[in-house]
C-alpha cells in the first residue's frame, strides 16, 4: 500500500462545476495535511493546509479532512480552464517528512 | 519577498559526470527538503535537514547521492557518476519548523546525456 493515494485522472469537468479531488493515506499518526497544485513543467505551489478534521474555506477551495477515515479532499468550486493542472496531496506524517501521493490531473473544459 | 531560490535551472551533464545543485531556503526556515520528481509521478522524497542536521534520507537513495546544509542555511546536493536514470527535476522545499507549510522552488531539471 502506498502512503499517500489519489486517482492520477484526468478528471474532467466543465467550467462552472464543482472539481472533487480526493487522497488517502496509510500512516494514522499523520498530523498535517496539504494540496499543492501543479503546472506542467512547473514546480509545486501550495494552495491548502489542514490540520484538524473538518472543512477549511479559502476563496473557491475547500479542503476536508477525516482522520478516522484517513481521508482529506479538496473541493475547487466554479472552476475555470486556469485550474487545469496536477493536484498533489501531501501529508506530513509521524517523521515529520512530508510525502506526496502522485497526483490528479484536473481539466476544465470550456 | 524572497522565495526559495535554486540554481541552476537547467543541467545537462554527461553520464558519469557529477553535478550539484543548491538550495536557498526562505530566510529563518529551519526545514530543508530535497525531492526528485519524473514525469507523471509525484514528488519522491530524498532527504531532509532540521538546520544542519540531516535527520532522514531515503532509503531508496543511492549512495551517489548526498547533501549537505553546513550552516543551516543554503543547502547541496551532489549526484556522482551520474546515470540516465537520474535525469528528473530535482526540487527542494523549506519550512518554518516541523508542522508548518512547506514551500518549494523552481526546481533544477537535470538532463543525463
Known amino acids: 500500500q502506498k502512503e499517500v493515494e489519489q486517482n492520477s485522472g484526468p478528471l474532467s469537468v466543465p467550467e462552472g462545476a464543482i472539481a472533487s479531488l480526493n487522497c488517502t493515506y496509510s500512516?494514522?499518526?499523520?498530523?498535517?495535511f496539504f494540496w499543492y497544485r501543479q503546472y506542467s513543467g512547473k514546480s509545486p505551489e501550495l494552495i491548502m493546509s489542514?490540520?484538524?478534521?473538518g472543512d477549511k474555506e479559502d476563496g473557491r477551495f475547500t479542503a476536508q479532512l477525516n482522520k478516522a477515515s484517513q481521508y482529506v479532499s479538496l473541493l475547487i468550486r466554479d472552476s475555470q480552464p486556469s485550474d487545469s493542472a496536477t493536484y498533489l496531496c501531501?501529508?506530513?506524517?509521524?517523521?515529520?517528512?512530508?510525502?506526496f501521493g502522485t497526483g490528479t490531473r484536473l481539466q476544465v473544459f470550456p | 519577498d524572497t522565495g526559495v531560490s535554486q540554481d541552476p535551472r537547467h543541467k545537462i551533464t554527461k553520464r558519469g559526470q557529477n553535478v550539484t545543485f543548491r538550495c536557498d531556503p526562505i530566510?529563518?526556515?529551519?526545514?530543508l527538503y530535497w525531492y526528485r520528481q519524473t514525469l507523471g509521478q509525484g514528488p519522491e522524497f530524498l532527504t531532509y535537514?532540521?538546520?544542519?542536521?540531516?535527520?532522514?534520507k531515503s532509503r531508496l537513495l543511492s549512495d551517489r547521492f548526498s547533501a549537505e546544509r553546513p550552516k543551516g542555511s543554503f543547502s547541496t546536493l551532489e549526484i556522482q557518476r551520474t546515470e540516465q536514470g537520474d535525469s528528473a527535476m530535482y526540487l527542494c522545499?523549506?519550512?518554518?519548523?516541523?508542522?508548518?507549510?512547506?514551500?518549494f522552488g523552481q526546481g533544477t531539471r537535470l538532463t543525463v546525456v
Open positions: 500512516d494514522r499518526g499523520s498530523q498535517s
Open positions: 535537514f532540521q538546520n544542519e542536521a540531516q535527520l532522514e
Open positions: 522545499a523549506s519550512s518554518f519548523s516541523a508542522d508548518t507549510e512547506a514551500f
Open positions: 489542514i490540520y484538524s478534521n
Open positions: 501531501a501529508v506530513r506524517g509521524g517523521t515529520d517528512k512530508l510525502i
Open positions: 530566510s529563518e526556515h529551519n526545514r
